[in-house]
């Protein structure tokens, strides 16, 4: 048994199955590279879902860690400590908002957004005790708590996990009517991802974006954006909203948040929303602790100093141009922004899980998501020297 095939037979006896992984076991990684514990190396071309935008083990991210490892860990929220306060001041300064609300993990911050919401429904806008109301999209991804899986529409993420929380109504992604249609005087927010990564890189159709705002504030309902895997750079703007000159009401941001090292997240809005919340009715016992909040400071500090955002907007988009040049039988589409690109697998060639397979015989890491897509998100640092050696290994398999 080689070393690979023992460490995955010990995940597969000691670790639930709720994941299934390619068969590589990784034990360094430096930039966009990654080792096996073979010693070969990969490109890492998925970046754990956008949380690596920043590269492997960032040399001023690391030692910011170490740097307050040696300080302080954690308080919990009980005392003050000395990391906070700066790390949301140049959050909120960064994407221009009042104020944040820091927590560990996406999907807590899209419960802080959804409880935000709610709360200001009640409180400001006068709806009507429990019966508030928050307009979702087909296709959604925003975590994997009890009341998010609830307003999902894919089965195999609901499935067996009932009873879900009200409150949710699903409209087709992309459809200004269908959402128009939706709004009642109960609705309190639209939560939607600007652009739908785990559902397969979608992009909207342009103007969704713009005309959903315009809803919303017509109809005085909060613009909930889930910026979690397409924020910070991502894309190719700070926030992929402003690819629509879109300022939503609530924005959640996590993955890159944290640098790629540990888990921040964070929901941010203005004072109208966010000062719903008094002491006791929202928390986290490790939100905003002084290591994730030294953490998130270099972390934002690298996607601003090395203009994250242009790389991923000039690379990504050459990058597309490439791929579409492969004149490929496999090939239905290649869409994205920045350096969030899908391809397209069509159905009469299979799924998209054995391109993948081929890609890391040829060491190159990268994940299908909603069957049918290959998704390339490289960690932003990526150059284009080294995008252009992977297309040679891409055009291979997607010509073979
Ligand atoms: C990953 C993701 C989440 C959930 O983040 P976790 O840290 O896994 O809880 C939520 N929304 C979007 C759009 C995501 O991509």
């Given at each position: 048994m080689s070393r690979t095939e023992k460490l995955i037979s010990e995940v597969d006896r000691w670790s639930a199955h709720n994941y299934h992984p390619l068969p590589v076991v990784l034990e360094r990684g430096e930039g966009c590279w990654v080792w096996d514990v073979e010693g070969n190396r990969y490109l890492d071309m998925l970046s754990a879902y956008s949380a690596v935008n920043q590269g492997h083990r960032h040399p001023r991210i690391i030692a910011a860690l170490n740097e307050q490892a040696g300080r302080l860990t954690l308080t919990s929220r009980a005392f003050h400590n000395d990391q906070m306060g700066a790390f949301l001041h140049q959050l909120c300064e960064l994407v221009g908002y009042e104020k944040a609300l820091p927590m560990n993990t996406g999907a807590e911050a899209v419960e802080t957004a959804i409880k935000a919401v709610r709360k200001w429904g009640y409180t400001v806008k006068g709806v009507a005790p429990d019966k508030a109301e928050i307009i979702v999209c087909d296709n959604n991804f925003h975590g994997r708590t009890t009341t998010i899986v609830g307003f999902s529409s894919e089965e195999a993420y609901r499935s067996g996990f009932g009873p879900f929380t009200p409150g949710f109504k699903l409209i087709p992604y992309g459809d200004v009517d269908a959402l128009a249609g939706a709004m009642t005087e109960h609705t309190v927010g639209f939560l939607v991802e600007p652009l739908q990564g785990e559902g397969g890189v979608v992009v909207p159709p342009e103007g969704f974006l713009k005309a959903a705002a315009r809803l919303c504030r017509e109809h005085g309902v909060k613009l909930m954006s889930d910026e979690i895997q397409t924020g910070l750079g991502r894309t190719g703007r700070m926030l992929c909203s402003e690819w629509e000159d879109v300022r939503a009401d609530v924005v959640m941001l996590g993955k890159a948040l944290g640098g790629g090292v540990y888990p921040v997240s964070a929901c941010v809005a203005d004072d109208e929303v966010m000062d719903v919340f008094t002491p006791g009715d929202h928390g986290s016992t490790f939100g905003g602790n002084p290591l994730a909040a030294a953490v998130g400071r270099a972390a934002l500090d690298v996607i601003v100093d090395e203009d994250l955002p242009g790389r991923a907007a000039e690379l990504g988009a050459w990058f597309v141009n490439e791929l579409q040049g492969i004149d490929s039988p496999h090939v239905e589409a290649v869409r994205g922004k920045g350096l969030m690109v899908g391809v397209v697998i069509k159905e009469s060639s299979g799924t998209a899980r054995p391109f993948c397979e081929k890609l890391m015989e040829r060491r190159i890491l990268a994940k299908e998501t909603h069957r049918q897509v290959v998704r390339f998100a490289p960690p932003?640092?990526?150059?284009r020297e080294i995008l252009e050696e992977a297309l040679e290994s891409i055009r291979e398999v997607l010509l073979g």
């Open positions: 932003l640092v990526i150059t």
